[in-house]
């Protein structure tokens, strides 16, 4: 369990003040809380209920998508003369995901009064450079830029993140979106709703490639984004000075990005693994943990691939640790399983994971190991 913590990418993140961390770790507490009691056959009591609620709103306050991860938590919590059948368990849990998504919102809004900033636009803004850029016509609306639709090709639009929109040259793709909307010349929904209908191939193009940066699958180039030792300004003083320990940690993260184990892809195929091979595990506690495991890790990496405008690694910090985790628990729930396990879903499920390693390490692979 410890050895999830300790890979170097998970501990260099963890020295690090920022959304993606405390998420990681607020989930990890609670689930260590439930996974206390539950275990050992027990409900959770009603001392620790508050200990939960306050780590599970915290989480879901950092990102829009944290729900995903913390969902799965929730249902796990349920006690156990609260049993269904799966059907209404999953009707049960997308109701619940529904709710949470709206409800983090309205909180954090009530909650923080956070600043408008614009970012909201960043998936619109996007997708529509992504979707210019694969149909090879515009579809941002009139932002009185000549040729928009060749620059954005030749110098915009980046699958690797939405960034570029933000600096340089094509910051004023941006700025321009920004005021045609703050102005009501155009409805950013209802813009992308027609480009996505109108060119859904180019969309789906544009998505896969995003995805394919996102989960470092097969990238042609490198990424040293392992880990944060630079200190962003901030009003409070906090900064730091990188030492030699902090070094060799970016380091090991380095050569763990150029294995499977360092690539989002992998560990969400893990978490798929664990998922197939679950219902030849012996039913109790330590089967119900680690599905909840699994399915949050998948849940929550998975929801980058819709919502994701960036591809930095610590938006899979959690679905790193979830599923190291579940692939403890599965482990030596697997050692004790009497008898052994079926040999046909055991290929089964270790089919994502060395697919997406072979494939990725395989030597037609143009991957990020390259």
């Known amino acids: 369990m410890l050895l999830g913590g300790l890979l170097p990418i998970p501990l260099g993140y963890l020295g690090v003040i920022m959304k993606d961390t405390t998420l990681a770790v607020a989930l990890l ?15 959770v009591p009603i001392w620790a209920w ?20 913390a969902v799965p938590l929730i249902l796990y ?5 609260w049993r269904m059948a799966p059907a209404r368990r999953l009707a049960l849990g997308a109701v619940l995901l529904a709710a949470s998504l709206v409800l ?3 909180a954090s809004r009530a909650l923080f009064r956070p600043e408008a900033s614009d970012v909201r636009l960043s998936p619109i803004v996007y997708d529509l450079g992504g979707i210019s850029r694969y149909s090879g016509r515009d579809h941002f609306p009139d932002l009185g830029i000549p040729d928009l639709a060749e620059m954005n090709r030749q110098r915009c639009y980046q699958p690797i993140w939405w960034d570029t929109y933000l600096w340089g040259e094509c910051r004023l793709v941006f700025e321009r979106f920004r ?46 984004d392992v880990t944060f030792i630079e200190t962003s300004d901030n009003p409070h003083g906090i900064s730091f000075q990188p030492n030699a320990l902090t070094l060799a940690i970016r380091e ?3 050569v763990q990005a150029m294995t499977p184990a360092g690539w989002p892809a992998a560990w969400l195929a893990v978490a798929l693994g664990w ?3 679950a219902p030849a595990l012996r039913p109790g506690p330590a089967r119900a943990l680690l599905l909840a495991l699994a399915l949050s890790a998948l ?8 919502f994701s405008v960036a591809s930095d690694l610590r938006y899979h910090l959690w679905t790193m640790f979830a599923a190291a985790m579940t692939s403890a628990i599965g482990l030596a729930e697997a050692a004790r399983q009497a008898g052994g396990l079926p040999r046909l879903r055991l290929a089964a499920a270790a089919s994502p994971a060395t697919g997406v390693a072979a494939t990725g390490l395989g030597p037609s692979s143009s991957g990020w190991n390259r």
């Not at 507490?29 to 409900?43: H, I, N, T, Y």
């Not at 508050?50 to 991860?69: E, G, I, Q």
């Not at 919590?77 to 003369?81: I, Q, W």
């Not at 849940?299 to 819709?306: I, K, M, N, P």
């Open 29 to 43: 507490a609670a689930f260590g809380v439930a996974a206390r009691f539950r275990l050992a056959g027990r409900s």
């Open 50 to 69: 508050p200990a939960l609620a306050a780590l599970l709103a915290f989480a879901m306050l950092l990102r829009f998508n944290a729900p995903f991860a």
């Open 252 to 254: 090991a993260g380095l």
């Open 299 to 306: 849940a929550y990496g998975s929801s980058y691939l819709v």
């Open 179 to 224: 005021e045609v909307v703050r102005e009501g010349e155009a409805q950013p929904l209802l813009l992308w709703t027609r480009a996505v209908t109108a060119e859904p191939l180019a969309y789906l193009r544009h998505r896969a490639a995003h995805a394919n940066a996102n989960l470092r699958f097969l990238l042609p180039y490198a990424r040293e």
């Open 77 to 81: 919590l349920l006690p156990d003369t």
């Open 104 to 106: 983090s919102q309205v």
């Open 275 to 277: 998922l197939i091979l």
